[in-house]
């Protein structure tokens, strides 16, 4: 069946059966490879995209539930890395093998939109649902900060001036 | 890559000007070339292009350790490249160019430190000539810094690129004589350096073996039976094939091992291969496939009857001993104080984020593979086996990992996407579904230690003793599953007894993150926190008592290279530290709230940890803090790196901790998702993980796994000091207990 999408931006139709998860047309339709993955049943949310600025896991979205809103992936937040959640998560260097954070992110950038300023409470009600396999939630927490503190304008944060773990 | 004395480098120009450097690790390889392979592509370590940039290459598996980053840093040093204008690529993987392309074992920094900063260390030096002889000045006159030569008695400087066409032209130094900086000149090593791929995951390029897209490519499923090693009698693949996009489904008969203990990798199992136009349709054609398995051997098998079975055993004598120190059975009448107790753990998965998957095209007998394996050398061996075809027709492609652990030691997943290449003729994409990763692992093996101490009047462990119950047959053990004879405190106790029974297993076992060390140090650190109480002593003290006996000498252990064996002095340095830090002399009494302590030696390095936990009446835990101390020798290669490490292994051992058990009923596995092996989730973490570095005159080891043991008896004797209850099972929730 046919569907019409709008997947950062842009429009696109595409030619599926309507139970097809919003996640596999994203990644082997659309060829959004940025959304991942990770178990299908809404228990990592590594498959986190925005629908209507709303956080939802695309693995349990079928596309026909998919075609009112329009639908902003982990490739779409900015044309460069620059919106401020992908800037704090390259500034602390969040990642160890890296598969979680798409939707980490998506959901730390849908949080701060709604919450300039969250606290670590906000943050663990935000991205408890979000799994990393690695372990990496200390680095998140603090990235989130980063990333509220980015958006509000302000440039350097001293925590950061020199990177915990730098010791010596 | 141990520096193999036969080691060579090789030097070539570029076109344009430029030069790069190989080292070539097996001479012989070299020499004999590639039968029908293309002729050798020089771009094994270093390339200075005319343009400035420096390209070096990645050679080992990168599953989330950041070696991508860390390994061409310590080139970098030695070279005096300039960081930030250093780009890095990943290799395929290459034997005739490179050794030891593998993630295991926490092996990447001791055997790599050596070599590759000499690769670097050569460039410079060649750098440094061609610059002496341009200005005729002696090279001993020249220094460099970020990608330059300076002569600073003229006042001259010259870049790396220009220098390249003439240095390419230079006879190589000696790469095993070639000096090195004194490490107090470090720019590179020792300061935190961003993984080199964090911009393409913030962006959400395309960098994981998952991503990968072939033209023409066709995506795969592979249904195997929920018994491990049960074959297909038949299966409805016409109907299949009937499917919505699917274009093939077949029976793959595969190769069920034979013997009673499952070989480490056993290769292609059977199973029914689904091919489609896109993953979900492969995926969705799987709800219609029905299967007749014959089920053979494991289907008998059920967790409950392993545990009952391990209590029989439990009262006979050890099958094996396999050491005897004094005489344990007469220390232990004797002792002031004994302690019996019987220690449990389970089965557990590995479940990398990132589920197993492997891109594979075969055509006229040569195959290339694209994977995330961390063995891709051992792989393309079983697929040019299982396909025919000589090893050097299978190309294997390295792609990032969405976490390894373990699991991708292993290649069946890259046998199953050979097979189905074959099969289709066109590319496809074999990606495993979440159920599939959780029931098809090569699990942590489980186990049961039913241990015996005594403690002397004056508060001395004078006795130990332990019957450990694991898996295999006659005396071959399952893959992962035996204990060391000189595993602390082995040598450290006059009256020491180790003995194993076997019990038989029809299941895959592995290596999971410091496989043995992830369960070892539960039970003896734990064991040693029982005898600690037992003796009325503190147990950092007694610890400090145990570590400054003089060890008892070893056949085995002298014959090991020093580095190799445990050094009581380095794991008491890092004991001390974490007290310490950990205000441990001056913690104060409070319910339900305490410290506990814990080290582990593995993987060459000596970690003590400490935790600061909570426990509440109805059995909810918090983790607050974490003092995690680490003696892995002289250098912190990338510290922003490896706290992010130390950090992850210690929520990973929360994770084994508290709720994850795969469990076998009629042989299957019962867990097939992360929601019932729960891995720990942001607000369950510990607020704080404190690592804290303790170098040492000692060459540098690996970090990933050795973080991991002590946290799970840090925690657990917290909880005893919190609770008054000891905790010998895992995991916790067996016994009531949740996160708070
Ligand atoms: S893949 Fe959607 S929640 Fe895990
Ligand atoms: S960084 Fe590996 S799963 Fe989060």
Redesign the interface.
């Given at each position: 069946m046919r569907f019409e999408l709008t997947v950062n931006g842009q429009a696109h139709a595409v030619d599926?059966?309507p139970?097809?998860?919003l996640l596999?047309v994203l990644?082997?339709?659309l060829?959004?490879?940025?959304?991942?993955?990770?178990?299908?049943?809404g228990?990592?949310a590594?498959c986190t995209v925005h629908l209507g600025g709303r956080p939802v896991h695309s693995c349990l979205i079928p596309v026909e539930r998919a075609v009112h809103a329009p639908i902003t992936?982990?490739?779409g937040?900015?044309a460069?890395?620059s919106h401020p959640v992908?800037r704090a998560?390259?500034e602390i260097?969040?990642?160890?093998?890296?598969?979680?954070?798409?939707g980490q992110?998506m959901a730390a950038a849908a949080l701060i939109a709604q919450t300039p300023k969250p606290t670590d409470a906000d943050?663990?009600?935000a991205?408890?649902?979000?799994?990393?396999?690695?372990?990496?939630?200390?680095?998140?927490?603090e990235a989130v900060h980063r990333a509220a503190a980015l958006a509000a304008g302000t440039p350097t944060d001293q925590r950061h001036a020199g990177?915990?773990?730098?010791?010596? | 890559m141990h520096m193999n004395r036969r080691a060579f480098l090789k030097v070539s120009s570029l076109a344009g000007g430029g030069m790069l450097l190989a080292l070539y690790a097996r001479p012989a390889a070299f020499a004999q070339g590639r039968p029908a392979g293309p002729p050798l592509e020089p771009d094994a370590f270093i390339r200075i292009a005319a343009n400035g940039t420096i390209t070096i290459m990645a050679k080992d598996p990168e599953v989330g350790q950041g070696v991508k980053t860390m390994l061409p840093m310590l080139i970098a040093e030695e070279l005096d490249a300039d960081w930030a204008h250093v780009a890095i690529e990943q290799t395929d993987f290459d034997d005739t160019k490179y050794a030891g392309q593998f993630a295991g074992g926490s092996t990447a920094t001791p055997l790599n430190w050596d070599p590759m900063r000499r690769v670097g260390a050569a460039c410079r030096q060649m750098l440094v000539a061609a610059a002496a002889a341009r200005w005729h000045v002696p090279a001993s006159a020249c220094t460099t810094t970020a990608a330059r030569v300076h002569h600073r008695a003229s006042n001259r400087s010259i870049g790396y690129a220009e220098l390249a066409a003439d240095a390419a032209k230079l006879p190589v130094p000696d790469v095993q004589t070639v000096p090195l900086k004194d490490p107090k000149a470090y720019r590179i090593i020792g300061h935190t350096q961003r993984g080199c791929d964090v911009h393409a995951i913030v962006t959400g390029q395309p960098v994981f073996g998952i991503d990968m897209v072939r033209p023409g490519m066709l995506y795969a499923v592979y249904q195997k039976c929920p018994v491990f090693g049960g074959k297909v009698v038949s299966a409805n693949v016409d109907a299949i094939r009937a499917l919505p996009g699917v274009r093939h489904a077949f029976v793959v008969e595969g190769a069920v091992p034979a013997g009673d203990v499952v070989p480490r990798d056993p290769g292609l199992m059977p199973g029914v291969a689904i091919v489609a136009d896109t993953w979900w349709q492969a995926q969705a054609a799987r709800k219609k496939l029905q299967v007749t398995w014959d089920e053979g051997k494991g289907a008998a098998q059920s967790s409950e009857a392993f545990a009952q079975h391990a209590d029989e055993l439990s009262k006979q004598p050890p099958a094996h001993v396999l050491r005897h120190d004094g005489d344990t059975d007469a220390a232990l009448k004797n002792a002031a104080a004994r302690v019996e107790a019987a220690y449990s753990y389970p089965f557990i998965a590995h479940a990398p984020l990132e589920p197993q998957n492997c891109t594979a095209h075969y055509a006229n007998g040569h195959i290339e593979i694209w994977s995330n394996s961390q063995t891709p050398g051992s792989g393309r061996t079983m697929v040019a086996k299982l396909l025919g075809i000589p090893e050097g027709n299978v190309v294997v492609h390295m792609l990032r990992a969405g976490g390894g652990f373990g699991r991708r030691l292993t290649n069946d997943y890259m046998v199953e996407a050979a097979w189905i290449a074959r099969t289709v003729g066109v590319p496809v994409k074999l990606v495993w579904a979440r159920e599939d990763d959780m029931t098809n692992d090569y699990y942590r093996p489980g186990g049961f230690q039913y241990l015996k101490g005594g403690v002397d009047a004056a508060g001395r462990l004078v006795a130990w003793q332990n019957h450990f119950v694991t898996w295999g047959a006659g005396d071959e053990y399952a893959s992962a599953a035996t204990l060391s004879p000189l595993e602390f405190p082995a040598r450290y106790v006059p009256n020491f007894t180790l003995g194993t029974s076997l019990q038989e297993l029809w299941l895959k076992t592995g290596a999971l993150r410091a496989p043995g060390s992830n369960v070892n140090a539960f039970v003896i650190q734990s064991f040693l926190d029982e005898l600690a109480h037992a003796a009325g002593k503190d147990p950092v003290d007694f610890r400090l008592a145990l570590l400054d006996t003089a060890p008892l000498p070893d056949a085995e252990a002298d014959r090991q290279p020093k580095s190799r064996t445990f050094d009581a002095a380095r794991m008491r340095g890092v004991l001390e530290l974490v007290a310490e830090k950990s205000g441990w002399r001056h913690r104060t009494k409070q319910p339900g709230r305490a410290l506990g302590v814990a080290f582990h030696f593995s993987h060459l390095g000596y970690f003590a940890e400490v935790a600061d936990v909570s426990v509440s009446a109805d059995k909810r835990v918090k983790v607050h803090k974490v003092w995690v101390a680490v003696d892995i020798g002289s250098e912190i290669i990338n510290p922003g790196a490896a706290q992010n490490m130390v950090q992850g292994a210690i929520i990973d051992g929360l994770s084994e901790l508290m709720a994850q058990q795969i469990t076998l009923e009629h042989g299957r596995v019962v867990q097939t998702n992360y929601d019932r092996h729960p891995l720990v989730r942001m607000s369950q973490a510990p607020i704080e993980i404190e690592a804290i570095w303790r170098k040492t005159d000692n060459p540098p080891t690996g970090l990933g796994e050795p973080a991991l043991p002590p946290i799970i008896p840090a925690v657990c004797n917290a909880i005893f000091s919190a609770t008054g209850t000891r905790i010998r099972t895992l995991p916790l929730v067996k016994s009531g207990y949740s996160w708070a």
């Open positions: 599926v059966s139970d097809t998860p596999w990644r082997d339709v060829n959004l490879k940025g959304t991942k993955y990770g178990c299908g049943i228990q990592c590594a992936t982990v490739e937040l900015s460069d890395g992908q998560w390259e260097d969040v990642p160890q093998c890296g598969y979680c954070q798409a992110i943050i663990d009600a991205l408890s649902g979000h799994l990393c396999r690695c372990g990496t939630y200390l680095r998140i927490k990177r915990a773990g730098d010791g010596e | -």
